[in-house]
């Protein structure tokens, strides 16, 4: 009996010695390493700074930005920061991301040719481009017939802000010739002199062609750029195509293409077409 009791005491002790070791084993496991808290900060107001701006002071504070979206916005420059989110004020974690609306540039289209066009047909061209009819004169001209556009300023080819006004000059046809003064009364026809012998009259000077100009390379420049230097050169601005379907030209866009090549010779007045895209999905230029 003394036998079986101490048999008990040891299973006993036993027992309590497992169950310690286990209870140590647990709060070594479970207790893990203390977690170092995050650090917050306050989120500063983007709202009415450029985009580059935006991303410096977002830099300064330990977070970045993200320009989500960009709208058409009247009176507001291209870039500028019209909304955030969170607001101003806010509490982020430090590389925290702040989302942004961002004001896009202002829509341009190209002037329509309005040369040799009715005015009913100018203003076609003009309401579909987007585009007003402006002020009007009239010009005598002796190829141009009464009741067609002349010209137009800006000339056709010209890119500018979507809503703009566009000028034209209307033909009035020919200019009528004076009408003859009254014959005076008939005199004597006296005897008429020989007239001296004249040499011959030489064959007139041909007319030189128009000078051949050089294309220069327009891309890798904004729109805006580009449209001047072309201007500048020489030529006018030809059709404008974005690339992917779907983007919307701003005066920011980057032309990766163009026809007429650089270094090619054309002469002046020729339509230089320009292919632009969004610079933000430009990696190289040219691409």
């Not at 051949?212 to 449209?227: E, G, I, K, N």
């Not at 020489?234 to 090549?261: K, L, R, W």
């Amino acid at each position: 009996m003394g036998t079986s009791g101490a048999t008990w005491v040891a299973a006993i002790v036993a027992l309590l010695i497992l169950a310690a070791v286990a209870f140590l084993v647990f709060r070594l496991l479970s207790g893990g390493t203390p977690t170092t808290p995050v650090t917050q900060v306050t989120v500063p107001s983007f709202v009415n700074l450029s985009l580059v701006d935006a991303q410096a002071l977002a830099a300064q504070n330990g977070i970045s930005v993200n320009p989500s979206s960009f709208v058409q916005a009247s009176g507001v420059a291209a870039n500028t920061v019209l909304e955030q989110d969170p607001a101003a004020g806010a509490k982020i974690d430090r590389g925290g991301v702040v989302t942004l609306k961002v004001a896009a540039g202002q829509e341009t289209v190209p002037v329509p040719d309005l040369r040799n066009r009715t005015e009913q047909e100018a203003f076609n061209l003009l309401a579909t481009a987007g585009l007003g009819l402006g002020p009007k004169t009239e010009a005598f001209d002796p190829v141009v017939a009464a009741g067609r556009v002349i010209n137009s300023t800006p000339v056709g080819g010209s890119v500018v802000n979507k809503g703009t006004e566009i000028a034209y000059v209307l033909s009035k046809g020919p200019e009528p010739s004076p009408s003859p003064s009254p014959s005076p009364s008939p005199t004597p026809t006296p005897t008429p002199t020989p007239p001296p012998t004249l040499p011959p009259t030489p064959p007139p000077t041909p007319t030189p062609p128009p000078a051949q100009l050089t294309v220069a390379d327009y891309r890798c420049t904004t729109l805006a750029q580009a449209t001047g230097d072309i201007v500048g050169d020489g030529f006018i601005v030809g059709t404008v195509s974005d690339e992917p379907d779907g983007y919307v030209a701003t005066d920011a866009s980057i032309v990766i293409d163009q026809s007429p090549n650089p270094g090619q010779k054309r002469p002046s007045g020729t339509a230089i077409d320009l292919v632009v895209t969004d610079p933000a999905s430009l990696a190289t230029c040219p691409p």
